[in-house]
């Protein structure tokens, strides 16, 4: 489904991704995992057209997307639910689901923000509630209803965990494989790399803008390399 090839990535004179390989099948939850600043989020935001590639090739379902707007890659079938969550906290939990259908033009609009309150029993509680005022984990559940709510064929999640109490934690990781069960194809990027490699079917380990190991998430949760550097045994 997604096919990125020899991508480098440059702000200013300072080069972060320098020309790294990766593949997302239909249907796979593909993980990237690795420190701050290893280049994960840089990824993704060239993926979304969000920041420019400076050289290499990125492929959605068979089409060059490399450098397209992000408003375009949206509706080539791409969304982010983005590191932060970045809801818009003056709307209301409602407003903010309906703004994730923003660029669709079908009349089953209402009928998937029913479907995204049955998923998440709480943001009906708080449809009418500003967004702002949720706790993080409710802010979550709501940006990932908002990403659902573009239909996409493929959801990117950058670090969803991120500030979240540990309980919370385990429920984002229950929520996502909740959304790979509903036939949504996955990229995530995860600090907490345990969750991730347990999610994903397969994954990359990025380090300094380069990806250094890949393998099946099983692969990589037993290599001693990524055990003793990224999982604290």
Do not use: W
């Not at 033009?105 to 449809?127: G, H, N």
């Not at 702002?132 to 999640?157: D, V, W």
């Not at 790399?193 to 994954?203: P, V």
């Not at 990359?204 to 990224?230: C, M, N, R, W």
Request: net charge negative; proline share 4%; glycine share 10%.
């Amino acid at each position: 489904m997604l096919n990125v090839s020899n991508l480098r990535v440059s702000y200013g004179a300072i080069e972060v991704i320098h020309g790294i390989d990766l593949q997302v099948n239909q249907g796979e939850c593909v993980a990237l995992i690795g420190a701050n600043g290893a280049g994960k989020s840089s990824t993704l935001k060239a993926i979304c057209g969000l920041v420019p590639a400076t050289a290499g090739t990125i492929e959605f379902e068979g089409q060059d997307i490399t450098n397209q707007s992000g408003h375009s890659i949206v509706k080539a079938g791409i969304t982010m639910c983005p590191e932060g969550r970045q809801i818009f906290p003056q709307m209301t939990t409602l407003q903010n689901l309906r703004m994730g259908a923003y660029p669709r033009k079908d009349a089953e609009q209402a009928s998937d923000v029913e479907e995204m309150m049955d998923m998440f029993p709480i943001l009906r509680d708080r449809a009418s509630q500003a967004a702002g005022t949720l706790s993080g984990g409710e802010q979550e559940m709501l940006a990932i209803g908002r990403a659902l709510m573009a239909r996409p064929k493929l959801c990117i999640f950058d670090e969803p965990s991120l500030g979240l109490a540990p309980k919370i934690v385990a429920e984002v990781g229950e929520t996502i494989a909740r959304v790979k069960e509903m036939g949504k194809t996955i990229l995530l990027v995860e600090q907490n790399s345990a969750m991730a490699l347990r999610l994903a079917d397969r994954a990359y380990l990025f380090e300094a803008g380069e990806i250094v190991l890949s393998g099946t998430g099983a692969e990589l949760q037993s290599h001693p390399d990524v055990a003793k550097a990224y999982l604290g045994h």
